[in-house]
């Protein structure tokens, strides 16, 4: 079964710090992905999508992503005490299970005041 | 903005009952998806929808089933409810631009607790 694989939490970082997510997947042919926020008992919402290899930025968040290497990551920077989140990868995988949105399980942060 | 709307956001049933969950979505996307949430396990996919009348079967589909009539009417639907399906239950939507599909945009979810 593919595979989404997060750095396991929780996660805590000073306000103003680099917070770094990680996330690892198992099917090379991969070809879209996706971080999202999740706040207690909310659903989730998306903040970046990564389509190529490379940096993409957007404000204070950079999504990094290694297809040779199969990992994607998020970096929030300045973080703030509003970005205290779980934060998901999701993965959506290439070849006949194309139609496939697998997540990660999350990783909590919290940014301390 | 697209909206993705889920029939219920509290629902309390008994073992047994027959459960309709509903999402319907208003932005003409292709795809939609249910998840259940469960602590620990994550976001787990039930069931798939391409498009109308079509569907797929996720990780978990054992005791669930789907029905999609219309394109922004996505259904799912318990049998005969157990308590191991006590969960949040998230219905999403998303469409494909060129050859990548976007992201997914979900409602606001169902927690659903089976007596």
């Known amino acids: 079964q593919k595979e989404v694989e997060q750095n396991s939490g929780p996660l805590s970082v000073p306000e103003g710090a680099i917070a770094s997510l990680n996330c690892t997947y198992s099917d090379r042919v991969s070809q879209s992905f996706f971080w999202y926020r999740q706040y207690s008992g909310k659903s989730p919402e998306l903040i970046m999508s990564i389509y190529s290899n490379g940096d993409k930025e957007d404000g204070r968040f950079t999504a990094q992503l290694n297809k040779a290497s199969q990992y994607v990551s998020l970096l929030i920077r300045d973080s703030q005490p509003s970005d205290s989140a779980t934060y998901l990868c999701a993965v959506n995988w290439g070849g006949g299970s194309n139609y496939k949105l697998t997540f990660g399980k999350g990783t909590l942060l919290t940014v301390n005041p | 903005d697209v909206k993705v709307t889920q029939s219920s956001r509290y629902l309390v049933k008994r073992t047994g009952e027959k459960v309709f969950l509903e999402c319907v979505q208003d932005m003409d996307h292709e795809n939609m998806f249910w998840y259940r949430q469960d602590p620990g396990l994550g976001l787990r996919l039930i069931y798939f929808s391409y498009d109308v009348k079509m569907k797929e079967k996720g990780d978990i589909p054992e005791g669930y089933s789907v029905s999609r009539e219309k394109k922004e009417r996505f259904s799912l639907i318990l049998e005969s409810a157990s308590t191991n399906q006590t969960s949040m239950y998230l219905c999403?939507?998303?469409?494909?631009?060129?050859?990548?599909?976007?992201?997914?945009?979900f409602g606001q979810g169902t927690r659903l607790t089976v007596v």
């Open positions: 999403a939507s998303r469409t494909l631009q060129g050859s990548l599909y976007t992201e997914a945009f």
